[in-house]
Antibody, heavy 123, light 108 residues
Framework: EVQLVQSGAEVKKAGESLKISCKGSGHSFNSYYIGWVRQTPGKGLEWMGIIYPGDSDTRYSPSFQGQVTISADESISTAYLQWRTLKASDTAMYYC????????????????WGQGSLVTVSP | SFVLTQPPSVSVAPGKTARITCGGNNIGSENVHWYQQRPGQAPQLVLFYNSDRPSGIPERFSGSNSGNTATLTISRVEAGDEADYYCQVWDSSSHLYVFGSGTKVTVL
């Protein structure tokens, strides 16, 4: 069974750094892109970026480029989302999700999701 | 980048049909995927490529996509269908994965 298990909730202060994790199991971790998605309280889903653990190919949404760093360690099947300097506006739930290929057209969809990591940043 | 517009909410009685729209400029030429997010849970894929169902998703979930509107239809609505629903596309021009604004489905 494919699973993505994320690290727990974090409470931080503005200006601090943070790295959250997403550990995969039940599939070949280095053969699928892993994406990160932000969900702010009461708001919708925003795609932040994506990484291919096999070669660390990484792409960011322009909205998050320079604000976060996405990385992965394929030896332990884990992807990471990192902030150098947190802001109160980073308070949100963060999900990792696997980008799977579906159907005859190999359509890319986020087919498995982690349980989410709640990040709370106080001013 | 591509903008996907969904109605904030849809209310439906049990056993009836819910239709959730996702509007976008010529979205009919895109491949639209749909996700369900029940309260307190992570999103779950319910439709891909406009109308195909992943394994385990009931036939009550169907979809269509034409012109400027994609639609997720839930037939014979049950209490367990109460959730937020998001459409999503891959915007090939900007290389972004774009989600719609989300629609809260309330079962009366």
């Amino acid at each position: 069974e494919v699973q993505l298990v994320q690290s727990g909730a974090e409470v931080k202060k503005a200006g601090e750094s943070l790295k959250i994790s997403c550990k995969g199991s039940g599939h070949s971790f280095n053969s699928y892109y892993i994406g990160w998605v932000r969900q702010t309280p009461g708001k919708g889903l925003e795609w932040m970026g994506i990484i291919y653990p096999g070669d660390s190919d990484t792409r960011y949404s322009p909205s998050f480029q320079g604000q976060v760093t996405i990385s992965a360690d394929e030896s332990i099947s884990t992807a990471y989302l990192q902030w150098r300097t947190l802001k109160a506006s980073d308070t949100a739930m963060y999900y990792c999700a696997r980008l799977g290929l579906y159907g005859s057209g190999n359509y890319e969809v986020f087919d498995y999701w982690g349980q989410g990591s709640l990040v709370t940043v106080s001013p | 980048s591509f903008v996907l517009t969904q109605p904030p909410s849809v209310s439906v009685a049990p056993g009836k049909t819910a239709r959730i729209t996702c509007g976008g400029n010529n979205i009919g030429s895109e491949n639209v995927h749909w996700y369900q997010q029940r309260p307190g849970q992570a999103p779950q894929l319910v439709l891909f490529y406009n109308s195909d169902r992943p394994s385990g998703i009931p036939e009550r979930f169907s979809g269509s996509n034409s012109g400027n509107t994609a639609t997720l239809t839930i037939s014979r609505v049950e209490a367990g269908d109460e959730a937020d629903y998001y459409c999503q596309v891959w915007d090939s021009s900007s290389h972004l994965y774009v989600f719609g604004s989300g629609t809260k489905v309330t079962v009366l």
